[in-house]
Each structure stands twice: as C-alpha cells, then as structure tokens.
C-alpha cells in the first residue's frame, strides 16, 4: 500500500464521515510547501472515495493571524506589522486586501492542479460567530487548559491567562493587545508596544473592551486548531513535522480536543518540509515559488508525483534539475502502462497524481526544451516529423505541445547554460568553420553523411565516436566543432539528440 491508501484503511475503521482538514498562513506569499498539506489531503479523499466513502475536504485561510514578517519587494508593507493579515491592502492594487488576492490566485492554481478543497476564511468564521459553542467551552474551562498547556512549557503560563486576542478598536492591531480581564464574553484589553518577529510593532496605548460574539479578535494557535477540530468534526489532518515535534502543537491541541471539547483528535499525516534552491522556503527571504511559477514550467501532475513519494524525508525541489523531477515521473508513467518493469506503488502514484484520464507521452523534458528552440513556431507537424526519425510515434499531441511550451519557459529561467542556444546564420558559421582543422572538417562531413540514414539518437551518437576515430580526432574536439558550426558554442545538448532534432537539410548543408 502507498501511505494514501494506509491512511484511508485507517479512517475506515473510524466509521462515519470522513473530514480531512487542511489550512495555509495568509501571512506571507502561499507557495509550494504551504500547498503539500492540501495537494497530499487531496490523495487522501480520492483514496476513501475509492472504497465509498463519505467524505468531505476542507481548507482554512488563517487570514485573522498577525501579520508579523514582510515579504521580499514589499517594504511599503511595514506599517501594517501587528495588523490581522485580513485587513492589509494589495500590495498590487487589484483587490480588496492582500488575502484576498493571495487566496484567490492560490486557489485558482490548485483548480489547475485538480486539487478542489471547500473553502474557508478563519476571520469570517469569527466574524460569524461559528465557534461560539467551542469557545465557551475554552473560556469556562480556561484552568484546565492552563493546566495542559503548561505540561509543555518551560515558563509556566499565569493563572489568570485569558484565552483571547483582541483586535485593538482604535488603530486596528492585533499583534499588541494584551487582554487584563473578562466578564463572561467581553475581554478587556490595552494596546501596547510588543516584538514580533518582523520587528518592534508599537502599541496605541488605547484601553477597550472585546465582546467575543463580535468575533473581533482570535484564539490562541493551538487552541483554535482543536476547536477547528471539533467545530468541522475533522477525522484527519496533514501537517507540517514541526507541528508534531515534542510539545509541538499538534500534541497540546489534541489533548484540548480530547479532554475539554470532548472530540476524538484526528489522524496526523505527518510530512517533512520541502526546501528550494537547497534553502528554506521563505517568504520574507524571497527563496519562494508558487504553484503559478511552477505551472509555467512544469505539469502539475509531476509535482503531485513528487509530493507523493516520499512523506518523511525531506527534499529539495532545485529548479534547474526540473528535468530528473519529469524523468522520475516518466518512468513512473511507463510502470503504469505496462512499458517497464518496477515497483508498482510508483504506478499507483503516477495513477492518483493524474487530473484526467491518462495519456502516454514518453518524450524527455530537455528534448522538449530543445524542440521549443530549435523549432521556432512550434509548428506540431514539424516536431512530429523531428521526432518519428527519433523513434518518438507513440504519445498525446496535446501533452507534447504542452511540455515542450513549459520545457522552453524552463530553458530561459533555469536552464543550464548548455540548453540554452540559438542556431547562428551562415555568416558566422563560416568563420567558424575557417577556424575547424582540416581532419575536423572531414569528420563533420562524414557525419552528415550518416543523415542520410535511418539512425536513431543512439546510434547516430555511435557513429559520431567512430567517424572521429577514423580520422584521428578526438570525439571532445569534434563535439566543441559541431556545437560551434551550430550554435557558436563549445557546449550544447547531447550532441546526437541536438542533430536530429533540427531540420536534416539544414544540418547537412551546415556540415558538408
């Protein structure tokens, strides 16, 4: 079984409706890693509903959460620390607020990812008043949940804590409000000066009252994630591995649910984190890709693939090997249809990553990204006829042209140096080739001989190691004169590949 399909086996054995929670801070920019929870609670719902299940998939915007660290390119922004993220502008001017605009292109990415959660804002579910139930239940057994929280603190919480952030009446921060007393729902509060991780956030000074009906204000963390629980009758959650660390929040939060909301904790699917580039990925350090950046690069289903794989071992998504990412995927797709032998749970991944029903491609990324050079209108008749000399027949049109529009955008951001070329005009090929020994000359005239022939890329790469040897020259020299004849470089894609990718006159002509 993959780790899906256990989890599923497991929720089974709970009965009832399956609700599978998952959620992303609005603080920052949402970006792949803040994606995995939903895109691997997605894997989840289609594995129950394999086995009929009822079941229902949710996701929160934590929009009522302090905005505490300033993106990257967003300084104008630093006026608004301490403010719920729900009430900061646009940065770009299009929307309502800066959630609203993240939120929705979020979303929007994870519809082209076949990834459909129902969705939630926590400051409407506040505003609302959705969480009275639970949260007079907190209020009234506030000791007792001192009382579990301090089992994992180090500096024991006051008696007298108050289970309430206010957002402050008079200049709109919640960041800076310290509550001083309650009386039954209404929580009183002064707004002073605190530190928050973005920096000294200053308090007004202002002194009101919260009525919490009002929903102007928010719970603690690891307190609003059990009535979460209990509030959607969640039966399971993905979470990050710093969630479950010792004394981390999933901990303290599920004994809250168990003990004072009376709720059974959902089932943890517990991950490791994703890095980028070899960093932490990070709003406020601008190490960030979003879903969108990934669309114009790369198929979604190769993501889903790889957030898939592996649960418990954390992995780097580095940008320019996009193309080892798509071969892991390919090989995957062949194990699916029977072209390869291998592990069928790579199979049942490559299966449950698909958004429709599966087609067969099988022509290799940096293929694509040459193609999308070589090939300059991307005319598919063209690229068709260029890849049936190279034995590629058998795959979806539609998927190819896709691929190789997303392997060209790849080639100019991230590419190697190597993949990145444009053919030269006669003008300079020829003083290029005043240049090539007379022995080079004859061994790139020998290999536009070999054109004539029906050799795959294989086999024309052979013949190039052969020809050079039978004139005495080494193949590295004859690799740097191709590569220079074509494109004026000493280096470019696998060599055979390249040739047989471009128009065969065009290369003949060029090497005779």
């Known amino acids: 079984m993959k780790w899906f399909e256990s989890v599923a086996r497991k929720l089974l054995e709970r009965k009832g409706l399956q609700v599978i929670e998952t959620g992303t801070s609005i603080s920052g920019i949402p970006h792949i890693g803040n994606a995995s929870d939903v895109i691997r609670g997605d894997a989840i719902r289609k594995a129950l509903l394999e086995r009929e299940a009822d079941v229902d998939f949710i996701w929160v915007a934590d929009d009522s959460d302090p905005f505490r660290k300033i993106p990257k390119g967003m300084a104008g922004l630093r006026e608004y620390l301490g403010f719920p993220v729900k009430d900061i502008p646009d940065p770009e001017g299009c929307h309502g607020g800066f959630v609203d605009h993240y939120v929705e292109e979020f979303l929007s990415d994870l519809e082209e990812f076949g990834v459909e959660p129902r969705p939630y804002s926590a400051t409407e579910l506040y505003m609302c008043n959705a969480f009275h139930e639970e949260i007079e239940t907190v209020l009234d057994r506030s000791g007792e949940i001192i009382e579990i929280l301090n089992r994992f603190r180090e500096d024991p919480l006051p008696e007298d804590t108050i289970f309430w952030s206010p957002v402050c009446e008079n200049c709109g921060r919640i960041a800076s409000t310290k509550p001083t007393d309650i009386d039954g729902l209404r929580v009183s509060y002064v707004c002073q000066d605190t530190e928050i991780s973005g920096g000294r956030v200053k308090g007004c000074g202002f002194q009101g009252e919260s009525d919490i009906r009002e929903g102007k204000g928010k719970l603690p963390w690891r307190i609003e994630w059990a009535v979460r629980w209990k509030h959607f009758r969640v039966t399971c959650e993905p979470l990050g591995k710093e969630h479950a660390s010792a004394g981390g929040s999933f901990w303290t939060s599920r004994i809250i649910s168990k003990e004072i ?56 998504i580095k ?83 896709k691929r190789i529009k997303l392997a060209g955008e790849w080639s100019r951001r991230y590419g190697p140096g190597c993949l990145k070329f444009r053919l030269i005009d006669e003008e300079k090929a020829e003083e290029v080739k005043k240049q090539l020994t007379a022995d080079e000359r004859m061994v790139l005239r020998g290999i536009a001989d070999e054109l004539d022939k029906d050799l795959n890329a294989e086999e024309l790469h052979k013949r190039i190691y052969e020809i050079s040897r039978e004139n005495g020259v080494k193949p590295s020299m004859v690799f740097r004169a191709l590569y220079n004849v074509l494109i004026g470089k000493n280096r470019g894609p696998k060599a055979a590949l390249f040739i047989l990718s471009l128009d065969t006159s065009f290369v003949r002509n060029r090497f005779k």
Do not use: H
Request: proline share 6%; hydrophobic share 35%; net charge negative.
């Open 319 to 401: 940008l320019s090997s996009i193309p080892s990412l798509v071969d892991e995927y390919d090989r995957a797709e062949r194990i699916f249809f029977g072209m390869e032998d291998g592990d069928t749970k790579e199979g049942r991944m490559y299966e449950f990553s698909q958004i429709k029903k599966p087609e067969k491609l099988q022509v290799p990324y940096t293929l694509c990204a040459v193609l999308s050079q070589v090939v300059s209108d991307l005319n598919p008749d063209e690229i068709t006829k260029r890849l049936e000399r190279q034995g590629y027949v058998d795959y979806s049109r539609e998927r190819l042209m």
């Open 261 to 316: 909301l009376g709720w059974e904790p959902p089932l943890p699917v517990i991950y490791e984190f994703f890095t980028l580039n070899g960093e932490k990925i990070s709003s406020s350090k601008g190490n960030v890709i979003t879903l969108g950046d990934w669309l114009r690069i790369c198929e979604p289903e190769v993501l889903k693939y790889f957030m898939y794989k592996r649960l418990n071992k954390q992995r780097d």
